[in-house]
């Protein structure tokens, strides 16, 4: 498996972080920067920004949250850089990330949605286990218990 960490977004790697970038087909999916992710934290208190590391350097980038509402855990975004698709970094990162939070007092399950027409996203996020619990005309929900029950 290849090998990730999770490190947070600070002072120091936030730039780093920055650079990151989708391919621009993937950008039509998965339509914001991260910097648009980091500026939206400013003003989200329940946002977590992750950098994704590989030996040292950041190939990825995630951000879990709350939904205060309802207390229910999301994955808000995942992406791994263009040029470090198709190494399992993706996988080795939503592995890191629900781990961390199946870990954490009263979190069940963990949420995200994706694009439909996302087909990189469904087949690791159903390879996951993550399962479609809603979706409607473009989105797609999906679910991951973490404790035994959906
Ligand atoms: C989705 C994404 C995070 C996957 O990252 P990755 O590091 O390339 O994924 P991995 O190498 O760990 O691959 C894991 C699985 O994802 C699926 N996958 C990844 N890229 C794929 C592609 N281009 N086409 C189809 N399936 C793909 C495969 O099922 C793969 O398993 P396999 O290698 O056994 O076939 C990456 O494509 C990405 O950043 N996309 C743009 C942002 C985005 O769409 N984020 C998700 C929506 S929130």
Known sequence: ???VSLQPVTRHNWHACAALR???EQQ???PFSVLEWIAESRFEPS???WAVEAEG???GFAVLGEDEATAEHWLIALMIDARFQRRGYGRAAMQALTARLA???GCRR???GHRASNAAAAALYAALGFVEIDRDGHEIIRALD???AI
Do not use: C, D, Q
């Open 47 to 49: 946002f977590e920004l």
């Open 1 to 3: 498996m290849s090998a």
């Open 28 to 30: 039509v999916l998965f």
């Open 57 to 59: 350097t950041a190939v």
């Open 110 to 112: 963990v949420l995200l």
């Open 103 to 105: 870990v954490r007092p």
């Open 146 to 148: 973490l404790k035994g």
């Open 22 to 24: 989708v391919s621009a």
